[in-house]
């Protein structure tokens, strides 16, 4: 158990809908890193908070949007979805100034109809 | 961007062989290079990692070795057992501060240890 924990497990909606998937980080850890695991485009970085401020950006959409709250879960939210947003979405947590490991969460898994 | 590379996609080894997964990086900006393990259903999970000022680092039957010059990194597992089969994926990124997390992955390799 990784202690990052990510809810909901799994989600099936239809195309245009909005979802929002939770992520609680390990104790003490203050950034959580957003990721999506899919078949084509491997695992990618999406976007990084650091005790609620953003830090950086990867390949998200925008229609895409997340955020840090104070007390430092974190939230992902999917708008206009399509059927190609089907994928895993992987929330990683780690210590500021650590040695740069990632705890991973197990994953919500959204599929899109 | 960094590119990451990962060969093989898929390989098969006896239980006992040694098993080398290799990956090149494009961004010589790059210092940190992680190896993760994902299980099926679960998360990736860190194995071991290395950084620019290191050629080589073992941790029991896993060893990662780094040729800066050569942009490519090497993951080594001997006496492979059958709970070494899962995903193994390598990582690139530019670390430092919070920087480490922002990693742009290999492919991965499917590794299958045969009893």
């Known amino acids: 158990d990784s202690g990052v924990t990510q809810t909901p497990k799994h989600l099936i909606t239809a195309t245009g809908q909005r979802v929002t998937l939770r992520c609680s980080p390990r104790?003490?850890?203050?950034?959580v890193y957003w990721y999506q695991q899919s078949l084509d485009q491997g695992l990618q970085f999406l976007i990084q908070?650091?005790?609620?401020?953003?830090?950086a950006k990867g390949n998200i959409l925008e229609r895409f949007s997340a955020q840090q709250f104070p007390d430092l879960h974190s939230e992902l939210n999917l708008s206009s979805l399509e059927l190609g947003d089907s994928a895993l979405y992987f929330c990683?947590?780690?210590?500021?100034?650590?040695?740069?490991?990632?705890?991973f969460g197990e994953g919500s898994r959204l599929t899109v109809l | 961007g960094e590119n990451v590379e990962q060969h093989p996609s898929t390989l098969s080894v006896q239980e006992g062989d040694s098993a080398v997964i290799k990956c090149t990086y494009s961004?010589?900006?790059?210092?940190?290079f992680p190896w993760y393990k994902q299980e099926l259903g679960k998360g990736p999970q860190l194995i071991i990692d290395?950084?620019?000022?290191?050629g080589e680092k073992k941790d029991q039957r896993i060893a990662v070795t780094l040729n800066k010059t050569a942009k490519h990194f090497s993951l080594h597992i001997t006496e492979t057992q059958p709970e070494d089969s899962a995903v193994y994926f390598c990582?690139?990124?530019?670390?430092?501060?919070?920087?480490?997390?922002?990693?742009?992955f290999g492919q991965g390799t499917i590794l299958t240890v045969h009893p």
């Open positions: 990683a947590s780690s210590v500021m100034g650590g040695t740069g490991e990632l705890f």
């Open positions: 104790s003490g850890d203050l950034s």
């Open positions: 908070y650091y005790n609620g401020e953003e830090r």
């Open positions: 961004d010589s900006a790059s210092n940190y």
């Open positions: 290395i950084r620019s000022n290191v």
């Open positions: 990582a690139a990124s530019m670390g430092g501060g919070t920087s480490y997390g922002k990693l742009t």
